[in-house]
């Protein structure tokens, strides 16, 4: 079943992940946050929980054991420098952990508001208990570009979204004035 639900997600990865970021965005443009009480502290609660076990299936439930542990912590700077000078791309998978992580970084600004630190460093301590698991359980490779990749995820996802919320409260007082 677990291959089943892989395959279908995999097929599927940029719709699924597209829909996902649109919607958290809508939860945003909404004004969700802003609006106290319990229905709104259990749509981004059901939100989150949603997506945290996608995360963890994607990354660990999904996988099958390999023979023996594999660590990577060579940064692949070629590739990076490349794609920043317009002559190439990132490899798939980095582009996939970058689009995997950006939802935390939405959920992030709404618990943590303007804390970026705190972001910063709980984002780091997620992906690295998903590296360090993958590691252990001999079911993915410990690679230092994934874990670079979630945490440049989890930081555009967290400043893309207080920009978001700046804007709209920006276009609130003009609309007020």
């Not at 929980?49 to 023979?67: D, M």
């Not at 994934?146 to 007082?173: H, P, S, W």
Request: hydrophobic content about 50%.
């Amino acid at each position: 079943m677990y291959q089943t639900i892989y395959h279908w997600a995999s097929g599927h990865f940029w719709p699924v992940s597209i829909g996902i970021v649109l919607f958290l965005v809508l939860l945003e443009a909404a004004g969700i946050h802003k609006k106290p009480g319990k229905a709104s502290a259990i749509l981004w609660t059901c939100a989150f929980l949603g997506y945290l076990s996608a995360v963890l299936f994607l990354t660990l439930g999904s996988r099958a054991r390999i023979g023996q542990r594999y660590l990577n912590l060579k940064i692949h700077w070629e590739a990076i420098l490349m794609a920043l000078q317009g002559k190439g791309r990132l490899p798939w998978e980095d582009l996939a952990n970058i689009i995997l992580f950006l939802p935390l970084g939405i959920f992030f600004q709404e618990a943590l508001g303007e804390n970026w630190f705190c972001c910063c460093l709980l984002g780091a301590a997620l992906s690295a208990c998903i590296e360090l698991t993958q590691w252990k359980l001999r079911c993915g490779y410990c690679d230092i570009n994934d874990f670079l990749c979630n945490m440049i995820g989890t930081i555009v996802g967290y400043f893309f979204t207080g920009a978001v919320i700046r804007a709209q409260e920006a276009d609130r007082k003009r609309r007020n004035s």
